[in-house]
């Protein structure tokens, strides 16, 4: 590379940009335009939306985290109380929706195991099996022939129908 550059094929620019003077003293309808729509419009619309991210950043609030409060249970409403029942059904449709997302979680965890073990899945992947079967048995257990229309109601009666059956065996036993 030279030493000394050609001044010729790259100019420097120059130090001071000259200011245009107006050829002419009639004032410029836009520069007027412009500021009566800054004040008009976009002042009081640009005040507002500033005004409301104020207000919305010292009240954060994030809807995929809704978190419901745990109700009484089905079996611990009163007689006639009808709002109870509502309620305890509603927590136990979002109960057995998580449910049935853990059993999904867990057999998603166990084909991905499946097929990053390829051959050796069924040594290297037990542990997610087992646990597959233990979660799909107990979703089984609790929901299981309810059908599509079950309901908090005969998901308690199937609930006291089994705890009758597992007394009635351990009596047998003794």
């Not at 059904?89 to 057999?107: G, L, P, S």
């Not at 997610?128 to 089984?140: D, F, G, I, R, S």
């Not at 299981?144 to 705890?163: E, F, I, P, S, V």
Request: net charge neutral; charged share 30%; hydrophobic share 30%.
């Amino acid at each position: 590379m030279p030493e000394d550059h050609d001044w010729e094929a790259y100019k420097v620019p120059p130090t001071r940009t000259p200011v245009s003077e107006r050829t002419t003293s009639v004032p410029n309808p836009v520069d007027y335009f412009q500021t009566a729509f800054n004040y008009v419009f976009d002042a009081p619309v640009t005040f507002i939306r500033d005004w409301i991210e104020r207000w919305q950043n010292k009240n954060k609030f994030y809807y995929y985290h809704q978190k419901f409060r745990r109700v009484p249970d089905l079996s611990q409403c009163l007689e006639g109380d009808y709002l109870c029942y509502y309620e305890a059904e509603a927590q136990w449709r979002r109960d057995r929706m998580v449910d049935q997302e853990i059993v999904e979680i867990v057999r998603e965890r166990v084909a991905a195991c499946k097929q990053r073990e390829g051959p050796n899945q069924f040594q290297n992947c037990a542990k997610e099996v087992a646990l597959l079967a233990q979660v799909t048995k107990a979703y089984q257990d609790r929901y299981g022939d309810l059908g599509y229309h079950g309901n908090a109601r005969t998901c308690l009666m199937k609930q006291k129908h089994r705890m009758m059956e597992e007394r009635k065996a351990a009596q047998e036993n003794q």
